[in-house]
């Protein structure tokens, strides 16, 4: 791995090891959604959208001026020119690394996040779409704050840096477990295993009496042994 890639994505990678995948690239997770909560600069005509839940992210240009979206190391990532013109930077390890959900990927040595752009243009529509880890949960496990499975709980919140001209902004967004119905302990169980108690409890109740009778019967006017 060449030594110019960040920190954060290093981290990144790290994280991925660890991660068990849940879904492919290409489709989010049903157990997660992430929300746009908002975007920055405000007003500017720059809009972006969530696609499957936690996947992707969608953004369109119509603020006259160039925008630029930040990789993980705040390294020039995507720019969409004023007249539509999309690019991608293949020197962004970012570009590498969101071609998988959980970036079980080999990062390219000419991926360099300190090095000057190098851009290809990939369309003409002024809308860029891509896979983002940082709008996703990367681990195997649960996440901490989910305690309760069946609950709605917010996982974390999250920004995604961009620029609009000279103008720094960031897209912030909010990841939430959506809940798992039944993932706790089952009614329906729990009623069962108080039904097989109390009917135990009875037959227990059962053979005590009738024991206590037999020795009744053989022993008259004996004590009771019980």
């Known amino acids: ?21 849940v879904a492919a690239h290409g489709g989010g997770s049903n157990d997660y959604e992430s929300k746009i909560r908002s975007i920055r600069p405000a007003g500017a ?16 240009n119509d603020s006259g001026r160039t925008v630029v979206v930040e990789g993980y190391d705040d390294e020039p990532y995507a720019r969409l020119r004023p007249d539509g013109t999309v690019e991608v930077n293949v020197r962004s390890p970012a570009l590498y690394l969101n071609e ?12 360099d996040s300190s090095a000057a752009p190098r851009w290809r243009s990939i369309d003409g529509s002024g809308r860029f ?3 983002d880890h940082r709008i996703h949960w990367m681990g ?38 959506v809940g798992r119905r039944g993932e706790g302990f089952p009614l329906g169980a ?29 022993r008259t006017g004996s004590k009771e042994a019980w």
């Open 190 to 218: 729990g009623l069962a295993l108080v039904a097989i108690a109390v009917g135990g409890l009875g037959l227990v109740l059962v053979v005590v009496r009738r024991r206590r009778g037999s020795d009744g019967g053989a």
């Open 45 to 60: 005509g720059v809009h972006v959208r969530v696609r499957d839940r936690d996947d992707r992210l969608e953004l369109r």
């Open 129 to 131: 779409e891509w896979h």
């Open 140 to 177: 195997a496990r649960r996440p901490p704050p989910v305690r309760d499975p069946e609950r709605r709980t917010k996982v974390f919140d999250w920004t995604v840096p961009i620029r609009v001209g000279d103008e720094r902004g960031a897209v912030a967004v909010t990841l939430v477990w």
């Open 100 to 111: 998988d959900r959980f970036a079980d990927v080999t990062v390219p040595a000419r991926a």
């Open 1 to 21: 791995m060449p030594r110019t890639l960040g920190a954060a994505t290093a981290a990144l990678l790290a994280l991925a090891v660890a991660a068990q995948p």
